[in-house]
């Protein structure tokens, strides 16, 4: 039986084989298992040593790279913009308008600017704050010119009085008799813009309108509602001197 087994070569190693030591150059009977023994303990305290210094380092570097990238992505809290109030949009409007000069206006002639530029009447301010009585004595038709300047200053304090209403856009409401705040919260937008479009088809309407137009629907719509506001704010204001007008 062991003669018929040795017929058969071994293919395969085992991991733990006999193997004839040698001594010199007489080999030996005794049989030697060569295993792969673990290290000793000494041997793997530098080792552990030096991975757990590893991996902490690791970990560290991570959760700085996870603390930078959470602050960059964090949102930068911008500081809080003020809330810019409808009567603060009033005064730099009012303010605007009463530093333009009368020629920038596109309300009278070169000829009217210059012979209200030697009375001292340069701004809309001035033209706003001045007595037309006194500065009509300096004309030659002066019934003519008062009846044009009180025309032109109603048309500077309305404007004033409405944010985004020029004094030519004001100019043409005083020619339709719509000469104060009150007049206007009165009124209705449509008809008021439709009374527009009829005075811009007459001959003087045309002058003073020219290529502009009259203003649209929307803007009226914002005229009106403005004026409505400031009258409601005057009565809330003022409602012994409200009483005694009613």
């Known amino acids: ?67 930078a990238s959470a602050t960059m992505q964090a949102p930068v809290a911008s500081p809080a913009t003020p809330s810019v109030r409808p009567s603060r949009l009033r005064s730099s409007h009012r303010e605007r308008i009463f530093a333009m000069r009368i020629e920038h206006l596109q309300i009278c002639n ?30 030659k038709s002066p019934e003519r010119a008062l009846r044009s300047i009180k025309r032109l200053r109603a048309a500077v304090r309305l404007s004033v009085a409405i944010d985004g209403m020029m004094p030519r856009d004001a100019l043409i409401l005083v020619a339709i008799h719509r000469r104060s705040v009150a007049s206007l919260a009165r009124e209705s937008a449509a008809a008021l813009h439709r009374d527009l479009e009829r005075f811009s088809l007459s001959s003087r309407g045309q002058k003073m309108v020219g290529h502009r137009g009259v203003p649209s629907l929307r803007r009226v719509k914002s005229w009106v509602g403005q004026c409505e506001e400031l009258v409601a704010n005057w009565i809330q204001n003022h409602p012994a001197e409200t009483q005694m007008a009613a």
């Not at 530098?46 to 902490?56: D, K, L």
């Not at 209200?116 to 809309?124: H, P, Q, S």
């Open 110 to 139: 070169e000829k009217r600017c210059r012979l209200l530029a030697k009375v001292g009447v340069v701004t809309a301010g001035d033209l706003a704050c001045c007595n037309p009585e006194q500065i009509s004595r300096q004309y």
């Open 1 to 67: 039986m062991f003669e018929f087994l040795k017929r058969f070569p071994l293919r395969r190693r085992s991991p733990i084989s006999p193997t004839p030591l040698n001594r010199g150059d007489v080999l030996s009977d005794d049989v030697v298992l060569r295993l792969q023994l673990p290290p000793a303990a000494a041997d793997l305290s530098p080792a552990v040593s030096t991975n757990s210094a590893s991996a902490s380092l690791a970990m560290q570097s991570s959760a700085d790279q996870a603390t």
